[in-house]
């Protein structure tokens, strides 16, 4: 296979990883992982390519071991954005099928950019550090050498030594994590069974506390924090598994679990196997922000079972989650949810695509990457416009169909890798088998050029707008001036109703007097939220109008919370109302931010 992912260096066309073992000791007083990973490579030549290169980034390997011997190994100079090659020679090849080991000692280095180490302060109860890892997209290579591409699979043995309990992206073999010791290492084990990309890999070790959330399904979490993130996700755990394995097949992986995070986490959810890694935002107090758990849930077929082949193809992870995520709430909360969700991510969509240009190359469902640093090309165009081509294929042949298309697809590719291509031909493959006339003549009128490759908005459907009537409605009284509000305007809202309102006001065409962007918050108590989503969209607004009064609010907030969705856009809006405050903001809290939110935020801000 001619390798397709243009994200790493690795010569994965020719070896291809089977097996990883993983063994380290996490020091959080050096802050480094330090170990050894054991790689078993299968070669895929006939003849055996004489050389194995990985992908790297600032690590510090001090020995490579082939099959047991000593090897001539280099590590050569850095491509940016992708890190430095480890070139290892094999002097003998080795025949298509063989397995070579490659033992690798290492350490990771204070330059690491796929771990967050936290002070004791930075943390829930203050008492003890913490290290968590976010490897999706190309961050793995800075935490062990390996093929850090999603187009190679292995299963994976973990063996971490630490002072603190431990997860990682694995089932737990013989851990008590309700365990923890201040003296001494305590060895966490997990195996991971089925096959997963690198990008899959995870860590975190921190004072960590379990309750259970469903029947296959735990919380973890900072003991202080325990039995708030047990009430907020066990009424759904269940519901969503239960939804999600009629949509598509059973649960592959066993256990389901969720870890809850220090604020600093750079995103809402990450789908690690076994243990989702999530924001602390979505402990709002409301339930209404659990919808991120049934799309990570979702992930565990569309990306971790089923994965795209390389981050050009990203939207069969992504618009695939987002499209399960939404058939799985409509089951669960009424049809109209669909479409209010939808409603919502199309605003996104809009706001990415203004962002980068309706012409831009990062609004094309395929996106080009050849020489991009995932991470600049990543916005919610993937997530909605890879929605709207499902749904509408979905609308095209018809749910009845669709539905029947959904398992085979994910029977397919099971434990496999796919591009737009195959996906294309997987589904013309099924539905000419299914030999429905009428449906066949419809499939034949697909523009599959237009859809994978024409750059700004698809066509928008038509939403069913129950839900956002009277949210459009209520902001449609606030473009009067001698509006007086009543807090019982929202009363009947949901919080994410409520977000719709007031992004609707986000976008008046002038924004609103300071006097009144204050009283909108008083009158519907929003400062006072604990939901960060629903402050996040009023502040933006006080910003835009200059309130001066809700700075301190915001400050406090860009200072305690490093998830890009809300802190994004508030610095955007903050660069714009007070540059200075801005970058003094940024200079106080850039080390507790991950690297990818520091990131982006330092070209947000014309750091960079
Ligand atoms: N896999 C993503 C998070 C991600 C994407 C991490 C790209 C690194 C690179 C995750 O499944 C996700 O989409 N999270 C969303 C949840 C939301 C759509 C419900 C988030 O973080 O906001
Ligand atoms: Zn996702």
Same mark, same amino acid.
């Given at each position: 296979m001619t390798p397709r992912d243009p994200n790493t260096l690795a010569n994965y066309g020719d070896w291809a990883v089977r097996h990883t073992t993983v063994d380290f000791k996490v020091n959080f007083e050096k802050r480094r992982l330090e170990g050894s990973v054991l790689l078993e490579l299968e070669s895929l030549t006939d003849r055996g390519s004489r050389e194995i290169v990985l992908d790297t980034n600032r690590l510090a390997i001090s020995s490579v071991r082939l099959d047991s011997s000593d090897s001539e190994w280099a590590v050569r100079d850095r491509v940016e954005p992708f890190g430095a090659p480890l070139h290892v020679s094999v002097p003998d090849g080795a025949s298509r099928g063989d397995i070579v080991k490659l033992n690798i000692t290492l350490e990771t280095t204070e330059h690491c950019v796929g771990l967050q180490w936290m002070t004791?302060?930075? =943390?829930?109860? /203050? /008492?003890h550090p913490y290290v968590y890892s976010q490897c999706q997209a190309i961050l793995a290579r800075s935490i062990f050498p390996c093929q850090d591409t999603p187009d190679v699979k292995s299963t994976f043995t973990f063996n971490i030594a630490s002072p603190l309990p431990v997860v990682a992206s694995g089932v737990p073999v013989h851990t008590d994590i309700k365990g923890g010791s201040d003296a001494g290492d305590k060895l966490f084990r997990f195996e991971q069974k089925v096959p997963i990309p690198s990008y899959l890999f995870a860590l975190a070790s921190g004072d960590l506390a379990t309750a259970p959330i469903g029947r296959r399904s735990v919380v973890v979490t900072g003991p202080e924090a325990l039995e708030e993130a047990k009430w907020e996700l066990e009424e759904d755990m269940d519901k969503f598994l239960e939804v999600a394995e009629k949509l598509v097949f059973d649960y592959q992986w066993g256990q389901y679990n969720v870890l809850v995070l220090p604020p600093s986490f750079a995103y809402g959810g990450m789908e690690n196997p076994i243990y989702t890694f999530a924001t602390p935002t979505i402990l709002s107090g409301d339930r209404q922000n659990v919808d991120v758990i049934a799309h990570e849930l979702s992930h565990s077929w569309s990306g971790n079972l089923v994965g795209c082949a390389s981050w050009e193809h990203f939207w069969l992870n992504e618009g695939w989650t987002t499209y399960l995520e939404r058939r799985i709430n409509a089951v669960i909360h009424g049809e109209p949810q669909f479409d209010f969700s939808a409603i919502i991510g199309w605003k996104s969509l809009e706001d990415s695509v203004s962002l980068f240009g309706a012409?831009?190359?990062? =609004? /094309? !469902?395929i996106i080009s990457h050849k020489g991009v640093d995932p991470e600049d090309a990543f916005s919610s165009v993937p997530y909605e416009k890879g929605f709207h081509f499902l749904y509408y294929l979905d609308r095209l042949v018809g749910r009845e169909h669709f539905d029947k298309f959904i398992p085979h697809y994910f029977r397919t590719w099971a434990r496999k890798s796919l591009d737009s291509f195959e996906f294309k031909q997987t589904f013309l493959d099924f539905f000419e088998k299914y030999g429905n006339a009428e449906v066949n003549e419809k499939i034949a009128q697909i523009p599959w050029d237009e859809k994978f490759?024409?750059?700004? !908005?698809p066509p928008k459907p038509n939403f069913n707008t129950a839900y956002v009537d009277s949210c459009l409605e209520l902001a449609e009284k606030w473009k009067n001036e001698d509006y007086q509000p009543n807090p019982s305007d929202v009363e009947s809202f949901s919080a994410n109703q409520t977000i719709v309102f007031l992004q609707a006001v986000q976008d008046f065409s002038s924004p609103l007097s300071v006097e009144r962007a204050h009283l909108l918050g008083t009158t519907y108590s929003i400062s006072a939220s604990k939901n960060v989503d629903l402050k996040t969209a009023y502040y933006v607004i006080s910003l835009r109008s200059g309130d001066r009064q809700e700075f301190p609010g915001i400050v406090e907030l860009l200072s305690s919370i490093g998830r890009m969705k809300f802190v994004r856009p508030l610095y955007r809006g903050l660069y714009k109302a007070d540059r200075n405050l801005a970058l003094e903001t940024f200079q106080k809290n850039k080390d507790f931010y991950p690297s990818t939110t520091k990131g982006q935020l330092e070209k947000d801000l014309g750091l960079k």
């Open positions: 004791p302060a930075q =943390t829930g109860n /203050k /008492k012409d831009h190359e990062f =609004t /094309k !469902l490759y024409k750059p700004g !908005l």
